[in-house]
């Protein structure tokens, strides 16, 4: 594996773990040369369906790119890397659960949301806000009274309680 700040070949393996269902391996890696350290993952790569976009045209599935629009609404949240991974994977396995061959983009960004909302109610609205294309505060305000109004409807069953 090459280093991925120095370009070295010669990175070496510190700690190997699974994860808790076998299916990943994580390993932290460190480079003799510039002396940094990275962790790379290990994942059975199965083939997931192509994702129709809303203008009708097609693309592979893009794990990175989903990821980077997760972390783009979590930023400077507090989720962990490891919660984003896991995540993706659930992600990923809903996709292929399907059993489709193409899947449309509204669906894999209604699962996106799905786990914001699990993870980070800030960043969920964040991505909604954008995915949804908001064009005025009212549509902004419906969000958040989605995400607010169970947290008052359980503090008002235990008031009365």
């Known amino acids: 594996m090459k280093c991925p700040f120095c370009g070295s070949a010669s990175t070496q393996v510190t700690d190997t773990r699974e994860n808790d269902e076998g299916d990943i391996i994580r390993r932290r890696r460190r480079c003799p040369d510039c002396d940094k350290r990275f962790t790379t993952y290990e994942r059975i790569e199965l ?19 989903l990821q980077a629009s997760m972390k783009l609404a979590l930023r400077k949240r507090p989720v962990n890397a490891e919660s984003v991974e896991h995540a993706l994977d659930r992600i990923e396995g809903r996709l292929l659960s399907l059993g489709e061959r193409e899947v449309q983009s509204e669906k894999i960004g209604e699962l996106v949301m799905r786990e914001l909302k699990r993870m980070d109610k800030i960043a969920y609205i964040r991505f909604a806000s954008v995915y949804r294309n908001f064009e005025d505060a009212e549509e902004f305000s419906e969000v958040i009274r989605e995400v607010t109004t169970p947290a008052r409807t359980k503090s008002r069953t235990r008031a009365g309680s």
Not at 47 to 62: I, T, Y
Request: proline share 5%; glycine share 6%; no cysteine.
């Open 47 to 65: 083939k997931l369906p192509q994702v129709v976009k809303k203008n009708g045209s097609r693309a592979e599935f893009d794990r990175d790119k």
